[in-house]
C-alpha cells in the first residue's frame, strides 16, 4: 500500500511550469515534515526541497527561485510549483516524509526516510 500518493507530472517545454502533488494520511500530513527529491537517468538522486510541519521551507541551490513548495492542510498534500522548467530538469520526482527533521532539513540519511511516493516522471523538451 503506497502511503504517500503524488499526481502531476507530465511533459513540457523549456520555460513551462508544472505542480506536482503529495497527498499523505491526514496524521502523516499533521506530523511529518516532507521532502521533493529528483533522479535522473544514470544520476544520482537529488535534493530539491524540504518543508517542515510549520511550512518552513529550504531549497537546493537549483531550485531556488524556481520552485515553490507549500502545504494544503483541507487537502492533506504537499505542493512543489515548479517554474522556468529547463531539459536538465527532466527525471522522476519522488516525495517523501519522516518525522526526523530539523531546521533546513532531514537529520537522517535520504535512504532511511519512512515514507516515499510512487514517483512521477517530469520530461521537459526543448
Known amino acids: 500500500q503506497v502511503h504517500l500518493v503524488q499526481s502531476g507530472g507530465g511533459s513540457v517545454q523549456t520555460g513551462g511550469s508544472l505542480r506536482l502533488g503529495c497527498t499523505a494520511p491526514?496524521?502523516?500530513?499533521?506530523?511529518?515534515?516532507f521532502g521533493w527529491f529528483r533522479q535522473a537517468p544514470g544520476m544520482d538522486r537529488q535534493r530539491i526541497a524540504h518543508?517542515?510541519?510549520?511550512?518552513?521551507?529550504t531549497f537546493a541551490e537549483f531550485a531556488k527561485g524556481r520552485f515553490i513548495t507549500s502545504r494544503d492542510k483541507a487537502k492533506n498534500t504537499v505542493y512543489l510549483q515548479m517554474n522556468s522548467l529547463k531539459p536538465e530538469d527532466t527525471a522522476i520526482y519522488y516525495c517523501?516524509?519522516?518525522?526526523?527533521?530539523?531546521?533546513?532539513?532531514?537529520?537522517?540519511?535520504?535512504?532511511?526516510?519512512?515514507?516515499w511516493g510512487q514517483g512521477t516522471q517530469v520530461t521537459v523538451s526543448s
Open positions: 491526514e496524521q502523516t500530513y499533521r506530523l511529518y515534515c
Open positions: 517523501a516524509a519522516d518525522l526526523r527533521c530539523g531546521e533546513g532539513g532531514w537529520l537522517i540519511q535520504d535512504s532511511r526516510l519512512e515514507y
Open positions: 518543508i517542515k510541519r510549520e511550512g518552513d521551507a
